[in-house]
C-alpha cells in the first residue's frame, strides 16, 4: 500500500477486494471457532470434525471449514465425495454434507489426496485468503476451522483473515504435547484471539473387560496446563476404538448414533461447555 493508504497497484486493488469478500461472507456466521494445535498427530482434524458433526446434530446451522493444506484429513474422515456448488457467476458453495451441515476443505482445489503440497510461505498465504474469501457459507450458527498446526504462516494467516475467531485449541495429556500448546496459547495471546479453551484429547482408554480406566499417555497433564496458562479446560475425549474404526474408514457420522459411548458423552459436555463460554 502507498502511504496514504490508497490502492496503488492490482495486488492491493485484489486485497482490499478479497478483505470486502471476506467481511461480507463472515457476517451472516454466528461464531468462528478455531481448533489448533501445536503439533500435529493430537487428533485436531477429529476433534474438529465430530464438533461440527455433534453440533449440527443438535439443530445448529455449521460450517466445516479445512485450511490444512499439507495434511487435510477432513475429506477422508467423513468420506467426502463431492466438490463445490456453483451458484450462478462467482458464488462457491460448499459441500453439503447434510441439513445442518456445510464442508469446504482446501483438498478439494488440489484434488489428489495423495499429491504433496510443496509451497512457500507466500503462495499459501494467498491460497488461504483466496480459499476463505471465494466461499459463500450463508447464514450459519458456527464455523468450525481446522487449522494446520503449529505456530506458523498457515495459522497465522487464518487468525488474521478470521479476526472474530476463537481459539480452541487441542491437546494429549503427554508433556511434549503440553509445551507445544503452551507456545499456541501465547500465539493466540500475541495475536490478540480469544481462547476458547483447552481440550485434553487421547485422555484416557475403559478398559473393556474390567471398566477400569487406564491413563495410557499420562494423567492430569490438561488440568495442569489449564491452570499454569490460566485457560479453561473444556473437555477431555477418551480413546475410543469404534471412534478410530468409523474415522479411518470415513463414517466418522456413524458415531452419533452410539449413545451408550462415553466419548459421545465427553463431546456433549465439550459443546455445553463451548455454549457456555458465549454466555
Known sequence: MSNDDKPSTPADFERLEQDRLIGENLRKIGRKI?????????GKSTVAAYLALRLSARGHRVGLLDVDLHGPSIPHLMDL?????MEGEGVVRPCAFSENLRVASLEMLVGDRDAAVIWRGPLKISAIRQFISDITWGELDFLIADSPPGTG?????VAQTIPEAEALVVTTPQEISLAD???????CRQVGMKILGVVENMSGFNCPHCGKKINLFGEGGGERLSKTMKVPLLGQI?????MVELADNGKLDALLAMDELEVNHAYDRLIDAVLKGNA
Open 34 to 42: 478455531l481448533v489448533m494445535s501445536g503439533k500435529g498427530g493430537v
Open 81 to 85: 465425495q463431492g466438490g463445490f456448488e
Open 153 to 157: 504462516d498457515e495459522p497465522l494467516t
Open 181 to 187: 500448546v503452551r507456545k499456541s496459547i501465547n500465539f
Open 238 to 242: 477418551p480413546i475410543e476404538p469404534k
